[in-house]
């Protein structure tokens, strides 16, 4: 009866995606490749009816990154009617439908359908009781700049970005200049005029929660030239993940319509603040928070230090995945409040994992993970930081002291002691190799994956980077 149950509310759910439709003219189906770019497909609205949700619409999976060989290449999209929603960004009525991936004849997940590796995790955290759902709360930060240029050939390589609130610009000549500009590390929650981006933020917030994303904050982050962060209330891991693709794309596009262009890359800009995704997580079980305690450290209960615990000992091989980039490791240094140092604290910024302090409210009792940012894909990365959180309270990982002096202070030899993230995108995809048992517990993870993605990283990214000349070893070698 039960089954019978929620066969009728799935099929409810097809109807009213249905029923939507008839207000388009388009439907878009859209998924997500292996590195965590959303992709897409669009159809007649007519065309929607019930054999799409069952039998899918067909695409080649070679022609996508991580995916098939050309020989496997035909598979399937799976809409989820779930996530239906009228999209904000588009001139023609579209509805938008996130799909699982699927192979044709039967209909079985493909296994490196990121979305299905985060729907695996959700499945394993219920199949050994510790709770019965996991929160995810990232905070997406990123650059609005007003133009980007940059090439790399066999004789040239360059990038140049501009914004009119960028501090380099107080002394241009030659165009009016009205002088208000937010200077380095001093881009906190200034007012307008030094906030340019307060009606752009405005316009992205009335659109996402016209996408069913709840939004709580808006404002100017700490770096000149345009650093803004958009926070949005927590959800369940899949939910969560679909709704960080909706928000980088919408933003994305509402940039466009305002004559900008927006990036989520970790440093973009040299000697300024870098933009990260501090990602805020807890465990439910029968709607009870099992990371508070009124008598623990900052209130927190046994589960989060064991939690806590697991994090910190697996992150080495979690920032392949969480921080998957080679600039990543542009933002992870000291002195730019990046979390470099793997330990806990409350109200600690200068710590890979902070307790929030704001609230007394049980239910609003998580941690916070610094290190990730927004070059990762967020199925995955929320998957990974789950696995490694139920690995640490399955072994009972004791994250040691909590650490609530202020990290970036501590002499030399004080700082000897302390464990730091990889240095390198290289660095992490070999601690990955190693240590990855974690990610594979009821083959959330495949050995196929681990293998795949780490041979993706280090030949397409890190390889790349490294065989390329960079503009300042001319200036620091070109008279040797």
């Given at each position: 009866?039960?089954?019978?149950?929620?066969?009728?509310?799935?099929?409810?759910?097809?109807?009213?995606?249905?029923?939507?439709?008839?207000?388009?003219?388009?439907?878009?189906?859209?998924?997500?490749?292996?590195?965590?770019?959303?992709?897409?497909?669009?159809?007649?609205?007519?065309?929607?009816?019930?054999?799409?949700?069952?039998?899918?619409?067909?695409?080649?999976?070679?022609?996508?990154?991580?995916?098939?060989?050309?020989?496997?290449?035909?598979?399937?999209?799976?809409?989820?009617?779930?996530?239906?929603?009228?999209?904000?960004?588009?001139?023609?009525?579209?509805?938008?439908?996130?799909?699982?991936?699927?192979?044709?004849?039967?209909?079985?997940?493909?296994?490196?359908?990121?979305?299905?590796?985060?729907?695996?995790?959700?499945?394993?955290?219920?199949?050994?009781?510790?709770?019965?759902?996991?929160?995810?709360?990232?905070?997406?930060?990123?650059?609005?700049?007003?133009?980007?240029?940059?090439?790399?050939?066999?004789?040239?390589?360059?990038?140049?970005?501009?914004?009119?609130?960028?501090?380099?610009?107080?002394?241009?000549?030659?165009?009016?200049?009205?002088?208000?500009?937010?200077?380095?590390?001093?881009?906190?929650?200034?007012?307008?005029?030094?906030?340019?981006?307060?009606?752009?933020?405005?316009?992205?917030?009335?659109?996402?929660?016209?996408?069913?994303?709840?939004?709580?904050?808006?404002?100017?982050?700490?770096?000149?030239?345009?650093?803004?962060e958009i926070g949005t209330r927590f959800a369940n891991l899949t939910r969560k993940a679909d709704e960080v693709m909706l928000y980088k794309y919408i933003l994305k596009n509402t940039a466009h319509e305002f004559g900008k262009t927006l990036t989520?890359?970790?440093?973009?800009?040299?000697?300024?603040?870098?933009?990260?995704?501090?990602?805020?997580?807890?465990?439910?079980?029968?709607?009870?928070?099992?990371?508070?305690?009124?008598?623990?450290?900052?209130?927190?209960?046994?589960?989060?230090?064991?939690?806590?615990?697991?994090?910190?000992?697996?992150?080495?091989?979690?920032?392949?995945?969480?921080?998957?980039?080679?600039?990543?490791?542009?933002?992870?240094?000291?002195?730019?409040?990046?979390?470099?140092?793997?330990?806990?604290?409350?109200?600690?910024?200068?710590?890979?994992?902070?307790?929030?302090?704001?609230?007394?409210?049980?239910?609003?009792?998580?941690?916070?993970?610094?290190?990730?940012?927004?070059?990762?894909?967020?199925?995955?990365?929320?998957?990974?930081?789950?696995?490694?959180?139920?690995?640490?309270?399955?072994?009972?990982?004791?994250?040691?002291?909590?650490?609530?002096?202020?990290?970036?202070?501590?002499?030399?030899?004080?700082?000897?002691?302390?464990?730091?993230?990889?240095?390198?995108?290289?660095?992490?995809?070999?601690?990955?190799?190693?240590?990855?048992?974690?990610?594979?517990?009821?083959?959330?993870?495949?050995?196929?994956?681990?293998?795949?993605?780490?041979?993706?990283?280090?030949?397409?990214?890190?390889?790349?980077?490294?065989?390329?000349?960079?503009?300042?070893?001319?200036?620091?070698?070109?008279?040797?």
């Open positions: 009866m039960a089954n019978k149950k929620g066969a009728e509310k799935y099929e409810d759910k097809v109807a009213n995606a249905i029923n939507l439709a008839k207000d388009v003219k388009m439907v878009d189906f859209k998924f997500i490749d292996m590195p965590g770019i959303l992709q897409h497909v669009s159809v007649p609205a007519r065309v929607l009816d019930e054999s799409k949700f069952d039998e899918g619409h067909g695409f080649d999976g070679s022609s996508i990154r991580g995916f098939t060989h050309i020989n496997e290449s035909d598979m399937v999209l799976l809409p989820d009617p779930d996530s239906a929603i009228v999209d904000p960004c588009l001139e023609v009525p579209t509805l938008s439908l996130i799909c699982d991936v699927a192979h044709p004849l039967t209909k079985k997940r493909f296994e490196r359908d990121p979305r299905y590796i985060a729907q695996k995790a959700e499945q394993y955290l219920k199949s050994i009781k510790v709770a019965d759902v996991s929160y995810f709360g990232p905070e997406l930060e990123f650059f609005v700049f007003d133009s980007v240029n940059f090439d790399q050939n066999q004789h040239t390589g360059y990038y140049e970005i501009d914004s009119e609130e960028g501090i380099w610009n107080s002394g241009r000549n030659g165009t009016q200049n009205l002088g208000h500009r937010p200077r380095n590390k001093e881009g906190y929650f200034p007012v307008p005029p030094v906030d340019t981006l307060q009606d752009f933020r405005s316009e992205c917030v009335i659109r996402l929660e016209e996408a069913g994303i709840e939004c709580e904050v808006h404002h100017h982050e700490v770096a000149t030239a345009g650093q803004c989520f890359m970790p440093k973009p800009l040299f000697g300024d603040n870098g933009t990260g995704m501090h990602v805020h997580q807890s465990l439910s079980k029968d709607g009870k928070n099992l990371f508070f305690d009124e008598k623990g450290y900052a209130q927190l209960s046994q589960t989060a230090l064991y939690y806590i615990g697991g994090l910190l000992e697996h992150s080495p091989a979690l920032l392949a995945l969480t921080s998957p980039s080679t600039n990543s490791y542009r933002r992870l240094v000291p002195g730019f409040e990046a979390p470099v140092n793997l330990v806990y604290s409350m109200s600690n910024r200068s710590a890979a994992i902070r307790v929030p302090m704001y609230s007394k409210n049980p239910k609003a009792k998580r941690i916070e993970y610094r290190p990730p940012d927004c070059t990762s894909n967020p199925y995955l990365a929320f998957a990974a930081m789950l696995m490694a959180g139920l690995d640490g309270i399955k072994r009972k990982i004791n994250p040691g002291e909590p650490h609530d002096m202020d990290l970036f202070e501590l002499s030399a030899d004080e700082a000897k002691g302390i464990r730091q993230v990889p240095g390198s995108l290289e660095k992490s995809l070999e601690a990955l190799e190693s240590d990855h048992a974690f990610l594979t517990q009821g083959d959330v993870f495949t050995e196929d994956f681990v293998e795949t993605w780490i041979d993706y990283k280090r030949t397409k990214e890190n390889d790349a980077i490294r065989l390329r000349p960079h503009p300042w070893e001319f200036y620091l070698y070109y008279d040797c």
